[in-house]
Structure formats: C-alpha cells, structure tokens
C-alpha cells in the first residue's frame, strides 16, 4: 500500500478540516484529528477509518495546510538522544559533565516545549530571543502518540534554541526551549500507527540567508541512541495526555559554534516521505519588528 499522511487544512470559507493524501491526492475525512489523538479511533483501526471515507479528491488550490495539532494537544521533547548532541552540550556548558551523565543513564531527558495552539505552522515565522547571542534551530523527527500513548505517526519538528542560555546553567533549559514562535510542526503526519521503533529515514537541514546557503547538514535515524519504545514509555508513566501528544526525538546536526541565526534566514528541514518544513526567522520578545 502506499503511504497515508495525514493533513490539517483550512478550507475555502475559514473552516477547519482534516484530509488524507495519497499519491499526490488529498481527500477530505469525516471526522477530525481530535477523534485521532483522544484515541476514539485507535492505532489498529486508524488506516482502515481514514480508507474506507474514500471521499472525492480536493482541487489543490482549496486546500491550505495548518499545522497537524489541536490547540490543547501538548508537545514535549527528549534531549541528548544523540552522540552528536551530547558533545555540543557539553562543550555548550564548559564540559560540566551533565549531558554525558544522561545521555548514558537509563532515564532520558523529556521536557516540555509547547502547547498546539503555539505551534508555528509550514511557512509560519519562527523565533529567536531578542536575548540570545547564540540561537540554532534543531531539526528533529516528531513521534505523534494519542492519549492511549499509540503511535500515529510522524512528522517534523524545528526545535529552536538558544545555546547560550541553555549552556549559562542547565536549569536555563525552559527559558532557552520554551518562548514565543519556538516550536514549528509540519506539514503532515506520515501515518505509522503502532510503529514499534524507528522508521529508516534521513534528516536534512538547510540555512539560507539572503538568498545563499550557509549552513547545511544531514543525518539519520540510525543514530537516535535511545529505543522509540523506551522513550514514550518514560513521556507516558505519570501523566494521561487527553488530547494525544508529540514527541520530539532528539537532533542529530548541531551547526558549528560560530554561527547564529538572524533575523530573515530561512529554515528548510527535509525528511523523505514526510516532506518540507520551511518557516524564515524573526526575533521576538520586548524588541521584535513587525
């Protein structure tokens, strides 16, 4: 069969919707994400439900996509699940030794990062702090999970983050991951319900600042230290996820320590089949420009 994604749009007259695509073709469905990530339709029966709406295909040009969330949908993060990362943490935070610590203990690092009404959509502005001297974006591959803590999905996530703050004390992280515009997701949701580990995929990240590339990098799944089942088990122990959660998965390409975003640059994460995430930078906060 091949592959189902499912996308999040808004149709002609401002109505939120949700569609599926296949070969290029996006139909409408009769029911919406929600009934996905609350879990009323579970992981086993999902590709079936989303199938069997065969519904007629939408003119392109009806269709605009929004961000694959639903505003009270949370999104959280696991860190240092790459060898990649654990280095330029602990090099961010003058070899203190605590990202080699957790990259090797048996409980990950997960932490919050946004709810899904703050989500930056495909094309959406996202955020450096005006604060900041050292801000990257951080491309990663998303795990979606409804409240029964299931696999849907995935997509892809721009987790962007101010190193500098971050690598001042660790218990800056909040301040460093969690501000305005600092969650990007999309553009659709590769349906994988009940994946038992990681798909086979390769995460590439382009930079361009007026109109030149000037960072680009690439990496795979293959090197996520952590397994994808131990990672949600850790997410889900003490906490019921009502409306289905995402999961950043840890990034594996860090830009040199030399380089910071600017306002303007262009962000473009590439994950084959997935697609495109593509969002230009602004600053925000008490100097942001309209």
């Not at 592959?3 to 996006?26: E, H, K, R, S």
């Not at 949908?73 to 790459?82: K, R, S």
């Not at 969650?183 to 382009?206: E, F, K, N, Q």
Request: with cysteine; glycine share 8%.
């Amino acid at each position: 069969m091949d592959d189902l994604y499912l996308v999040c749009y808004t149709t002609a007259d401002g109505t939120a919707a949700l569609g599926y695509q296949q070969n290029g073709v996006t139909r409408a469905l009769p029911f919406g994400l929600e009934s996905v990530l609350s879990g009323e339709i579970g992981a086993a029966s999902l590709v079936d439900r989303v199938l069997s709406a065969a519904s007629t295909p939408l003119a392109s040009d009806s269709v605009a996509l929004r961000a694959p969330v639903v505003g009270a949908q949370e999104i959280w993060a696991a860190g240092v699940t790459y060898k990649r990362s654990e280095e330029a943490r602990e090099m961010e935070s003058n070899n203190s030794s605590i990202y080699t610590r957790v990259y090797h203990a048996s409980r990950p690092e997960v932490f919050f990062k946004a709810l899904g009404r703050e989500v930056v959509p495909l094309g959406g502005r996202v955020g450096i702090r005006f604060d900041a001297t050292w801000s990257v974006p951080e491309a990663e591959l998303v795990v979606v999970l409804n409240a029964n803590m299931e696999v849907v999905g995935f997509t892809i996530g721009n987790d962007m983050s101010s190193r500098d703050i971050e690598g001042e004390n660790p218990l800056y992280l909040p301040q460093a991951k969690v501000y305005q515009d600092a969650c990007a997701v999309g553009p659709r949701i590769w349906l994988r319900p009940s994946a038992a580990g990681w798909p086979d995929v390769t995460l590439a990240i382009r930079i361009t600042r007026a109109g030149q590339t000037v960072f680009e990098d690439s990496t795979t799944t293959a090197s996520i230290h952590r397994k994808l089942d131990e990672l949600i088990d850790y997410l889900g122990r003490c906490k019921h996820f009502a409306s289905g959660v995402m999961l950043f998965t840890g990034t594996g390409i860090v830009p040199p320590d030399n380089f910071t975003l600017q306002a303007g640059d262009v962000v473009r994460i590439t994950i084959d089949p997935i697609g495109v995430l593509e969002n230009p930078v602004h600053v925000v906060g008490p100097r942001q420009k309209a």
